[in-house]
């Protein structure tokens, strides 16, 4: 999963660095493997660098968490986007909904990408969830459990 993210990082680096916007990775330094199609992997992670780029502002900033113990992964995208209302940080999950109108407008998408993620998530068994971020944006928790082979 670490070089999965890596490789991520290196894919979205450019967009990223046209916004001005700052990513901090932290990751252990011992192997994070799960039991976990690959492909589906690359999608979560490439749905949530997109989520970053249309809502995090420009001079904004980007916190990646990649931790794992023997029971579970946590990975954690952590931004100093505008933030979302507390009741409505839940919803984001639900198809097609999108977060004040305006927004919505000026990033474009369907509404469709954290939804996707969700049905990834759930898929391997994980959780997917929002909360306030200190940064002022949304931290985005997700919990994939450490199945054997």
């Known amino acids: 999963m670490k070089d999965l993210l890596i490789k991520s990082v290196q894919t979205y680096f450019q967009e990223f660095n046209k916004k001005n916007i700052k990513i901090r990775i932290e990751v252990a ?3 994070v493997n799960i039991y976990a199609d690959k492909e ?10 997109d989520n970053s780029l249309k809502y995090t502002n420009s001079g904004g900033q980007l916190i990646i968490r990649l931790v ?10 952590e931004d100093s986007e ?6 409505e940080l839940n919803k ?13 407008r000026k990033t474009g998408g369907s509404g469709l990408g954290l939804a996707i993620c969700k049905n990834i998530v759930e898929a391997h068994g994980g959780t997917i ?21």
């Not at 794992?68 to 995208?77: A, G, L, N, R, V």
């Not at 999108?98 to 919505?104: A, H, Y």
């Not at 306030?132 to 919990?143: D, F, T, W």
């Open 82 to 87: 505008p933030g979302i209302r507390e009741e």
């Open 68 to 77: 794992s113990d023997k029971k579970q992964t946590t990975i954690e995208f």
């Open 29 to 31: 330094q011992e192997p």
């Open 40 to 49: 589906r992997m690359q999608q979560l992670l490439s749905n949530l660098f």
């Open 92 to 104: 984001i999950f639900e198809r097609f909904y999108r977060v004040e109108t305006s927004r919505s």
């Open 129 to 149: 969830s929002a909360f306030p971020s200190s940064m002022g944006g949304v931290l985005i928790k997700i919990i994939l459990p450490q199945n054997e082979l």
